[in-house]
């Protein structure tokens, strides 16, 4: 994956982002609320040896310096914190005190800088302090020389001790900080998981690898769709409607290579966008001039009739079980197109679709229309729709974006050559227009809108003139 990949994870999963990082902001919200202040109060110490010359200031240097780590376990021993925690004012234990006594030496110095933390200001100072006092002495009384009646290191306070002016802990800001950037890159992960684990198809290069055809178009969803006409009518200028004129477009062209009348319109699983594919493909071929017979050979649940306000309760199934002719259950639908409904829903359409009888039928439709349309079930669930496959010149495989997977278009291309139907291309449907992924729009320009002229300038009369030309 390169970097446009991820920023296209990034912004497929932008909600898991911004989920993690409030929840880890939350949590350090908690925190900061939650924790008691603690406060610090600070003093530096000075060490140094007596030397009787100036010869002797190197090694009297080194000699500190190598016992400032000694001196800071002296902090934190009983020597220290017992009669700091004995102290009144104070009201710890030893092992406390010495848990809240820490210290730093300053590289290459001599200087240590010792901090108490606490969350009492005034213990903190108070300690701070007495231990500025506790240490000095019991360092110059360890270091005492008998022979020279003098302590060998020499201990001094040259800054300190003072408080500082905020705590130490919570820092507010810090854990915000934190919180932000765990949040980002556990979110970014969760993304990257989501993205490995998600095995739908949402591109039309990974839909040809995985179907091993052409994908005829990528075809949008269209949001002004009025519901009460059926989910399949689009304006005449909408991105759907151009990319299904260019399914069209495709189809006259493999059909005039080749003996193309009736197109089997199927998917892998339901609510692909099937049917509506289907009856917008009848209404394009229908504006050509073309007579065009749309189908539904979906006995199980039927829907044209309700999609295109006409009678249901009579249709294939009536032809089919020998209750009617195909003249009498032929519907006419505007110009051009003509419907064949599906009828009342039979014990056994497996049975009837691949009768005898249906390959009657759709050898006289063939004969009486230009171009035969078939609305077939989908094919993992069923044996209908590569029942009809089968009878027809050619199969178009609906796909619908980020829902049906690789397993199941693999599943449903299998299908198709079991029955050795022809598989013309596929769809994928349902692309999003506002996303990674969106269906590019060119709404201005499908819309028919002149594009704005610029203004022209007024010329400049001198330069009219320079060139010769009249003002």
Known sequence: MGLRDYLGVAKRHWWLLAVWVLVALAGALVVNLRTTPVYAARVTFFFTAPMAAAAELYPASMFSSGRLATYAKLLTSDEISAPLAAMPEVGLSATEMAERI?????????L??????????????????????????AVEKLEWQQEGNASAIRVEVVNGPHLDADPVAPQPLNNFALAMMGGLIMGAGSAVVREIADSTIRSADALRTLAS????ARIPLDGRVPMRAGPFVSAKDSPRTEALRQVRTLLQSAAAEQSLKTLAVTSAVPGEGRSATACSLALLFAETGQRVLVVDAELR????????????????????AGGASVDQVIQPWGAGLWLLAGGQCPPNPSELLSSPRMTEVVDEVRRRFDVVIFDCPPLLPVTDGEVLAARADGTLLVVRYAKTTGAQVTGAVRALHGVNATLLGCVLNMVPLKGPDAFPSFDQYTAGTAPKRRRR?????????SLGVAA
């Open 102 to 110: 820490t210290s730093e030496t300053i590289a290459d110095t001599v």
């Open 112 to 137: 240590m800088e010792v901090t108490v933390e606490d969350p009492s200001r005034r213990r903190a100072l108070f300690v701070a302090e007495k231990l500025s006092v506790l240490f000095k002495v």
């Open 213 to 216: 055809t052409p994908v005829l």
């Open 301 to 320: 649940r039927p829907r044209l009739a309700r999609f295109l306000g006409q009678e249901s309760s009579i249709g294939l199934s009536t032809v089919l």
């Open 457 to 465: 300038r007024r010329a400049n009369p001198w330069a009219r003139e």
